[in-house]
């Protein structure tokens, strides 16, 4: 297991965002999992669930009808205006679903050599495919030879979509891109790209693919970060959070895309199990309960406005940006050390991603006071850096 960051907390167990230590000691959870935990930890009405399903069918095989999972379905059709949903495990399964229906759509079409375009900064998982189709060497060194077929563009830039196509339109099938980029340092589109995108790949036949694994259900303060710009992709993917911690991915597909799969062509064993999918509609239920995508929302505002005055002339600070409860706070220097540093010294759990952008992806169910405890934290661990 040591593939994994160490750490020498031991953590027991959680409520909100809080996390027990097995001293017994408390932190403040501003990480949730890396995004997991949209409902806070040990939420009682997804345990209950959980507890309830387990003790009733934990598994049964997919070949049979099962109904949550097409209650699940039915309730990520009717929130995302997605005809169909595929079932899996994690996000880069669910990417590969969505890589699978690229590959679908370009035999239809009758393209041999298909290019799926992807962007710089993206990172759509670490199965060979989705390590692929992601950009940072640090996931894909030493696991040559790559998947074929991607074709990787500067995020945020329409022109080179636009050269991408004329250079390359006979191949090109499909467009895979997250709305914000996660793991890439927290990047957001300039305004007006997704909504470009989409005209672009409804003008040439092009999957749009959303990758929407990291900034779904509420993170960025709508349900789903297309809807900022009221962008309807071809395809969305879904994991994270989407069970409150139980593994699930979804591939979601409309259109001519919702018809590729056919019965058999793609599966996995344990996609689709009644323990997941109820799981999954419980954290739905309770999301739309406590409208806890408004509360991301201003949540997420104020934390970013907060982080943003305090920070304000740093100059450590390189940018403080975010959507909802997603937020980067660019540094200038690596910071690797200051997830440990927020770990011992303010009992913070925060990532740092892209080597010097600290991210923070709290529950949704953050308080006020949760959030100002992060600011101050956040701050002084800045601070707390020798300004040199
Ligand atoms: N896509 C995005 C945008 C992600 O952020 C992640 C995980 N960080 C993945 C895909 C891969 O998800 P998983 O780890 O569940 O395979």
Same mark, same amino acid.
């Given at each position: ?121 993206? !990172?759509? $998982?670490?199965? +060979? &495919?989705?390590?692929? /189709?992601?950009?940072?060497?640090? *996931?894909? %060194? ?127 064993? !344990?996609? $689709?199990?009644? +323990? &997941?999918?109820?799981? /999954?509609?419980?954290?739905?239920? *309770?999301? %739309? ?100």
């Amino acid at each position: 297991m040591d593939t994994y960051a160490p750490s020498d907390v031991e953590f027991v167990a959680g409520r909100g965002a809080t996390l027990w230590d097995a001293q017994g000691r408390a932190y403040l959870d501003a990480i949730a999992g890396v995004g997991v935990s949209l409902l806070g930890h040990a939420h009682p009405a997804l345990v209950a669930a959980i507890a309830d399903q387990a003790g009733r069918l934990l598994h049964v095989s997919n070949l049979c009808h099962s109904p949550w999972a097409q209650q699940l379905a039915e309730r990520l059709t009717a929130l995302s205006g997605l005809r169909r949903a595929f079932f899996c495990n994690s996000g880069a399964e669910a990417n590969e679903a969505a890589l699978k229906l690229a590959r679908l759509h370009a035999q239809r079409r009758g393209v041999a050599q298909p290019l799926v375009l992807v962007m710089d900064g993206g !990172f759509h $998982g670490r199965t +060979l &495919a989705t390590l692929s /189709a992601s950009a940072s060497p640090a *996931v894909r %060194a030493g696991f040559g030879p790559h998947v074929e077929g991607f074709l990787r563009l500067p995020f945020g830039d329409l022109a080179a979509v636009a050269a991408a196509q004329a250079a390359h339109g006979d191949r090109i099938v499909a467009l895979l891109v997250e709305p914000v980029q996660g793991e890439g340092g927290v990047h957001l589109a300039p305004p007006g790209y997704l909504r470009g995108l989409r005209t672009l790949c409804s003008q040439h036949g092009w999957l749009l693919m959303l990758d929407e694994v990291q900034t779904g259900l509420g993170r960025t303060g709508r349900w789903f970060a297309g809807q900022h710009e009221d962008v309807q992709p071809d395809v969305m993917t879904l994991a994270k959070g989407l069970a409150g911690g139980v593994p699930i991915g979804a591939c979601l597909a409309d259109g001519a895309a919702a018809e590729l799969f056919t019965p058999g062509s793609h599966g996995s064993t !344990f996609g $689709g199990n009644p +323990l &997941a999918c109820r799981a /999954a509609c419980t954290v739905l239920d *309770v999301m %739309a309960r406590e409208d806890l995508v408004a509360r991301a929302a201003q949540r997420g505002q104020a934390l970013l406005a907060g982080l943003q005055a305090a920070l304000a002339g740093d100059p450590r600070v390189r940018a403080v940006r975010g959507l909802g409860l997603m937020i980067g706070i660019e540094l200038d220097r690596p910071a690797r050390e200051l997830a440990l540093r927020a770990l011992q010294r303010h009992r913070l759990l925060i990532n740092v991603t892209h080597g010097t952008v600290i991210r923070l992806l709290p529950p949704l169910v953050l308080t006020v006071a949760e959030a100002q405890a992060i600011v101050s934290a956040v701050v002084d661990l800045v601070k707390g850096m020798d300004a040199g």
